[in-house]
């Protein structure tokens, strides 16, 4: 890119931009794009990405939201005819417009780390449309994606994105690959949507409920943080053991919960926000 384009980074939009070259290389091996494939890309930036995943033969869309980088992408990569930029807020983005086929959608983002928890969770609404899923983020938070129960880590970021998603934590890259570097490491994660969903709740809002409720007081037992939800007699009978606390119980123990408060809900009642 020539000196002319250059672009001061914005700390407001989270921007760490990615030049170790190294770096980039191992994130577009992971990610393996090939040709015919529709990939979506969150957050380009001035295209560190970019540039390798168009390199593959697919066919990029890439949603930005700073304004000024609009010019630097569309000169870089505007006369491609795969290549198509959407400028707005990846969390108000409306994925149905990409008109991708079911289980199509390859999504890549060195994602700004304010967003990345409300945007994933903007992803898996509309999972049915996502084959997977590559994104940069801190590693504390790929930490807690990957986690599994019994430790400090497993949590509700954990659960309600483990419901959806097989979660691969790839590798770390310290803060000396991005400029400017960010005060904290990060890493690389794999999202696959499950074909099938393992444990599927009656309503998925109810495990959300249950999971929130459980993890707002993680020291206390589930008997007493559920009590306003669920009888102990009820907990017991979901097959768990109400004096564990919340990081004890794996997700097909939150989701027989769920269950069971579902059956406690006659139909058409409303969820007991
Ligand atoms: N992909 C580039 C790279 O690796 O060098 C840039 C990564 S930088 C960490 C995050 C990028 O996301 C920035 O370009 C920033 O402007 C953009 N961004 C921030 N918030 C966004 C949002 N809500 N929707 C879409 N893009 C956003």
Same mark, same amino acid.
């Not at 869309?61 to 807020?89: C, H, M, T, W, Y």
């Not at 289980?103 to 304010?114: K, T």
């Not at 903007?122 to 084959?131: F, K, P, Q, T, V």
């Given at each position: 890119?020539?000196?002319?384009?250059?672009?001061?980074?914005?700390?407001?939009?989270?921007?760490?931009?990615?030049?170790?070259?190294?770096?980039?290389?191992? $994130?577009? !091996?992971?990610?393996?794009?090939?040709?015919?494939?529709?990939?979506? =890309?969150?957050?380009?930036?001035?295209?560190?990405?970019?540039?390798?995943?168009?390199?593959?033969?697919?066919?990029?869309?890439?949603?930005?939201?700073?304004?000024?980088? $609009?010019?630097?992408?569309?000169?870089?990569?505007?006369?491609?005819?795969?290549?198509?930029?959407?400028?707005?807020?990846?969390?108000?983005?409306?994925?149905?417009?990409? =008109?991708?086929?079911?289980?199509?959608?390859?999504?890549?983002?060195?994602?700004?780390?304010? &967003?990345?928890?409300?945007?994933?969770?903007?992803?898996?609404?509309?999972?049915?449309?996502?084959?997977?899923?590559?994104?940069?983020?801190?590693?504390?938070?790929?930490?807690?994606?990957?986690?599994?129960?019994?430790?400090?880590?497993?949590?509700?970021?954990? &659960?309600?994105?483990?419901?959806?998603?097989?979660? =691969?934590?790839?590798?770390?890259?310290?803060?000396?690959?991005?400029?400017?570097?960010?005060?904290?490491?990060?890493? &690389?994660?794999?999202?696959?949507?499950?074909?099938?969903?393992?444990?599927?709740?009656?309503?998925?809002?109810?495990?959300?409920?249950?999971?929130?409720?459980?993890?707002?007081?993680?020291?206390?037992?589930? !008997?007493?943080?559920?009590?306003?939800?669920?009888?102990?007699?009820?907990?017991?009978?979901?097959?768990?053991?109400?004096?564990?606390?919340?990081?004890?119980?794996?997700?097909?123990?939150?989701?027989?919960?769920?269950?069971?408060?579902?059956?406690? $809900?006659?139909?058409?009642?409303?969820?007991? =926000?």
């Amino acid at each position: 890119m020539s000196e002319s384009y250059q672009h001061r980074a914005r700390k407001r939009f989270g921007q760490n931009f990615l030049h170790d070259a190294g770096v980039i290389h191992r $994130i577009l !091996r992971a990610i393996h794009a090939k040709e015919a494939e529709h990939l979506l =890309e969150i957050g380009p930036g001035q295209g560190a990405l970019t540039e390798g995943l168009l390199n593959s033969g697919a066919q990029l869309d890439v949603i930005e939201l700073d304004k000024d980088l $609009i010019p630097i992408l569309q000169a870089k990569f505007g006369s491609q005819p795969r290549f198509r930029l959407n400028q707005g807020d990846a969390l108000k983005f409306d994925f149905q417009r990409l =008109e991708a086929q079911p289980r199509s959608l390859r999504v890549v983002g060195n994602l700004p780390y304010n &967003i990345s928890t409300p945007l994933i969770f903007h992803l898996l609404d509309n999972a049915s449309l996502i084959r997977d899923m590559h994104f940069m983020l801190q590693k504390e938070v790929v930490e807690r994606l990957a986690a599994g129960p019994g430790g400090g880590d497993w949590g509700r970021l954990s &659960i309600m994105v483990q419901y959806h998603c097989r979660v =691969e934590h790839l590798f770390n890259v310290g803060p000396g690959a991005f400029n400017p570097p960010p005060k904290v490491d990060s890493a &690389i994660v794999r999202l696959v949507p499950h074909e099938v969903l393992p444990h599927p709740a009656k309503d998925h809002k109810l495990l959300e409920r249950v999971v929130r409720e459980a993890f707002n007081q993680r020291r206390k037992t589930l !008997r007493n943080t559920l009590k306003a939800l669920l009888p102990a007699s009820e907990i017991e009978a979901a097959g768990v053991d109400g004096s564990l606390r919340p990081e004890q119980l794996d997700l097909a123990a939150f989701v027989r919960l769920a269950d069971k408060l579902a059956e406690q $809900i006659a139909p058409g009642e409303p969820n007991p =926000e």
